[in-house]
């Protein structure tokens, strides 16, 4: 299990924290709906199997700025001392739903589903993208500080995503 106040915050774009200032000084704080699912078939295969759900669940249950991380980001310049000081407090408060570890699944099908304030779902993100595995990310994702086949979208987005507001989605129901 990741220790609270690990650099994993800092496993994140610098997108995904320029857009969470910019949600912090708008005041919007709103439940979002982020998505994962996975758009492609690699050849040669019809399906995928669950995989990695309790490595997201340990990133998420122990996701918080740290000094170290919010130095790092301060040193960057490009955020606000009063927005830092929100990061310090920040800590996952959403919800995730998610298919069960080896269940197999298909193209376009939800695999796993992060609802939470914006800022929260924003943030992590990234991590829940590529599961804290930096060399998956894309090309020209840039994690701050530091010198594919799977989408997430958000609820907002107008492909592949349920555009209601969370609080107005009926829960999806595991299956056993």
């Not at 915050?9 to 005041?27: G, H, I, K, S």
């Not at 249950?61 to 980001?73: A, K, N, P, T, V």
Request: charged share 20%; glycine share 8%.
């Amino acid at each position: 299990m990741a220790q609270p106040g690990s650099p994993l915050a800092l496993l994140t774009d610098l997108y995904e924290l320029t857009m969470a200032q910019a949600y912090w000084e708008e005041q919007m704080f709103a439940p979002a709906t982020f998505s994962l699912f996975i758009r492609d078939y690699p050849a040669d295969r019809g399906y995928f199997v669950a995989a990695g759900l309790e490595a997201v669940l340990d990133y998420l249950e122990s996701f918080r700025f740290g000094g170290e991380e919010l130095d790092c980001l301060a040193s960057t310049g490009t955020f606000s001392a009063d927005f830092l000081h929100f990061l310090s407090g920040v800590r996952f408060q959403g919800e995730v739903w998610a298919l069960p570890e080896g269940r197999p699944f298909f193209v376009d099908e939800p695999i796993l589903e992060v609802t939470g304030p914006i800022i929260e779902a924003q943030v992590v993100e990234t991590y829940v993208q590529y599961d804290g595995q930096p060399a998956a990310r894309p090309p020209g994702g840039s994690p701050p500080c530091t010198g594919p086949t799977v989408t997430w979208l958000s609820s907002s987005s107008p492909a592949h995503a349920d555009s209601r507001p969370a609080n107005e989605k009926e829960p999806r129901r595991q299956e056993d």
